[in-house]
Structures are given as structure tokens and as C-alpha cells.
């Protein structure tokens, strides 16, 4: 996978539609956003860790199977947004571990004000990869201070994805112009942002969107 990965599969643009919709109730939403988040899910564990198993079958037949290694997996939602990344992610990998982040947008100075961060110390080498849910990258400073609060951590670039619903360049560009070896996945990259760095056409407040309206 290189450093961006712009998924494309019709049902990724199928539910782009429902949540770029403004008519879209919650209920709807979140489906789509489940949905799309499945969608990621799968596509940013093409290459995870596995290991070899062998199986019986119900007709006595031993057959040749792959385990894949979850346990290895750290799953982080950005807060809030983030969490509607989760349940879908969690279904692919049921035995992954989950650390929440928090950071916070200053409306005025569009600087990212963290006020959450379990994210456990890398001491044992728990985890071989970690995936940060994030569904709008913008202007990048979230993502970029959650990144720096990993690797902080004692966690390497190498070994964190970021999953995007839709991106914009401006956050694609702050996000490798400061770690080039995080992987970026998003399902669209959108234009531009607007005067109060939503990004446009967009699909809203994501977090306001599925938790509070």
C-alpha cells in the first residue's frame, strides 16, 4: 500500500451519498457510516500479520487455513467522531485492543487542543500495527497532534494507518510532510476547504452529524 490509498469500490460511493446528503437523518448516517467503515475496514487490513492453521473439516479433511494475528492490533478513534469508525472495525478485528484520543478544535485559531489521550506506552511490543480512525481530515492538525501523541508513546510511523472517510490535500500534505511513512487511507479526497476549514462539498460536522443532530 503506498503513503495514500483512495479506496475505490462502488459501495464506498454509494454510502458517500447518503452521508453527503443533507436530508440524511442520524438514523441513516450512521448506517452509512457502519457501512463505509466496513468497507475501510477491509481494505486496511489486506496487510496484516497471520500465521499458518490447519483445520479439520466436517468431512474429516485436514485443510490449510490462515489466522490472522488481531490480537496485535491497536484500534485508536479520534473523539468524537472517530468512535462512528468503530463498531465496523471491531467486527473485522474482534480481538484487537481500542485507546481513544481526544483533541478539539479551536473554532478561532483552527489549533487542535488534545484532552484525551489511553493510548498505553509501547514497552513490550504489544502491537504490530495501529490503526487511527479519523472519518474528516482537513486541515490536518488533529490528525497530525494525535500522530505526535502516538509516536510520543514510543510507537513508530511505520506502524500507524489512518483511516479517513473523506480527506482533503491541505490535511494529506500536513499529515506526510510530517510523518511520510504514515499510510493514509480515505475513501474520496474532496476539494478544498472553506472559510472555516469544513471541507467542501464535504459531508458536514461528522460528529455532530452522528451523535448530536
Not at 31 to 48: C, F, N, P, Q, R
Not at 55 to 77: F, M, N
Not at 136 to 155: C, D, P, Q
Amino acid at each position: 500500500m503506498s503513503s495514500l490509498h483512495i479506496i475505490d469500490h462502488p459501495l464506498a460511493g454509494d454510502c458517500l451519498r447518503i452521508l453527503r446528503n443533507r436530508q440524511t437523518g442520524t438514523r441513516d448516517f450512521r448506517s452509512a457510516m457502519d457501512k463505509l467503515s466496513l468497507v475501510l475496514a477491509v481494505e486496511a487490513t489486506k496487510d496484516l500479520k497471520y500465521s499458518q492453521e490447519t483445520v479439520i473439516t466436517p468431512l474429516d479433511t485436514g485443510a490449510d487455513c490462515l489466522r490472522v494475528q488481531d490480537d496485535r492490533v491497536l484500534l485508536v478513534p479520534i473523539l468524537r467522531a472517530g468512535l462512528g469508525f468503530l463498531n465496523s472495525f471491531l467486527q473485522v478485528l474482534p480481538e484487537a485492543k481500542v485507546a481513544h484520543i481526544g483533541v478539539s478544535r479551536d473554532h478561532d485559531t483552527l489549533e487542535a487542543c488534545p484532552y484525551c489521550n489511553s493510548v498505553p506506552p509501547e514497552s513490550d511490543g504489544s502491537f504490530d500495527t495501529i490503526f487511527v480512525l479519523d472519518p474528516m481530515l482537513a486541515t490536518g492538525n488533529s490528525s497530525v497532534k494525535t500522530l505526535e501523541m502516538i509516536i510520543e508513546k514510543g510507537y513508530q510511523p511505520g506502524q500507524i494507518k489512518l483511516v479517513c472517510a473523506v480527506s482533503v490535500k491541505k490535511g494529506i500534505n500536513q499529515v506526510h510532510s510530517r510523518y511520510p511513512e504514515i499510510k493514509i487511507l480515505t475513501a474520496v479526497v474532496d476539494a478544498e476547504l472553506n472559510e472555516k476549514a469544513y471541507i467542501v462539498p464535504g459531508l458536514g460536522d461528522a460528529g455532530d452529524r452522528l451523535y448530536l443532530l
